[in-house]
């Protein structure tokens, strides 16, 4: 039966353990040590593997899916502009040949106003301030910069980050 990851630290830290408890010194049983050691050491080196393999295919498969949503995205992109262009050209002649209804075999066609919609003709900086939106968001840069040169900044801390790397 094959362990799991948990199950051959837990064999790894028995045997720091028992050559701890023992002082190192485990006279008449070294060969026994040994063999639970290199099966240990076995069995972490195949579920390891085993390990990065899978990390592998579903980093593989996060790809694979990520590239066609993508490209489905762009095909939708595609569509929807595709859609609008006739919808726009239809609107132009309904409008030139006063057409506000038709009806196909289908389909029942109809002008409709819809909601004015807000055309901002000119720089946002030319605006009123009391139309304007200001964003603020935090210069991670300069806050990064003041840290790295000793100052401290409330709420702020830099964080080193650890990760696996499979080559």
């Given at each position: 039966?094959s362990?799991?990851l948990?199950?051959?630290?837990?064999?790894?830290?028995?045997?720091?353990?028992?050559?701890?408890?023992?002082d190192?010194?485990?006279?008449?049983?070294?060969k026994?040590?040994?063999?639970?050691?290199?099966?240990?050491?076995?069995?972490?080196?195949k579920?390891?593997?085993?390990?990065?393999?899978?990390?592998?295919?579903?980093?593989a498969?996060?790809?694979?899916?990520?590239?066609?949503?993508?490209?489905?995205l762009?095909?939708?992109?595609?569509?929807?502009?595709?859609?609008?262009?006739?919808?726009?050209r239809?609107?132009?002649f309904?409008?030139?040949?006063?057409?506000?209804?038709?009806?196909?075999p289908?389909?029942?066609?109809?002008?409709?106003?819809?909601k004015p919609?807000?055309?901002v003709?000119?720089d946002?900086?030319e605006?009123?301030?009391?139309?304007?939106?200001?964003?603020?968001?935090?210069?991670?840069?300069?806050i990064?910069?003041?840290i790295?040169?000793?100052?401290?900044?409330a709420?702020?801390?830099?964080?080193?980050?650890?990760?696996?790397?499979?080559?």
């Open positions: 039966m362990k799991t948990w199950e051959i630290g837990d064999d790894m830290d028995a045997i720091v353990s028992l050559l701890e408890e023992t190192g010194d485990a006279q008449g049983c070294e026994a040590i040994d063999k639970w050691i290199d099966d240990a050491r076995g069995d972490l080196e579920k390891l593997d085993n390990y990065a393999a899978l990390i592998k295919a579903f980093e498969k996060s790809k694979a899916r990520k590239e066609e949503a993508n490209r489905l762009h095909m939708a992109k595609v569509d929807a502009n595709a859609a609008q262009r006739m919808k726009d239809l609107t132009h309904f409008t030139v040949h006063d057409i506000k209804k038709m009806e196909t289908r389909y029942k066609l109809s002008m409709r106003a819809g919609g807000l055309l003709g000119r946002v900086e605006l009123d301030e009391r139309f304007q939106k200001v964003t603020v968001a935090p210069d991670k840069k300069a990064t910069q003041a790295q040169s000793g100052e401290e900044i709420g702020c801390c830099m964080v080193q980050k650890v990760s696996i790397w499979i080559r």
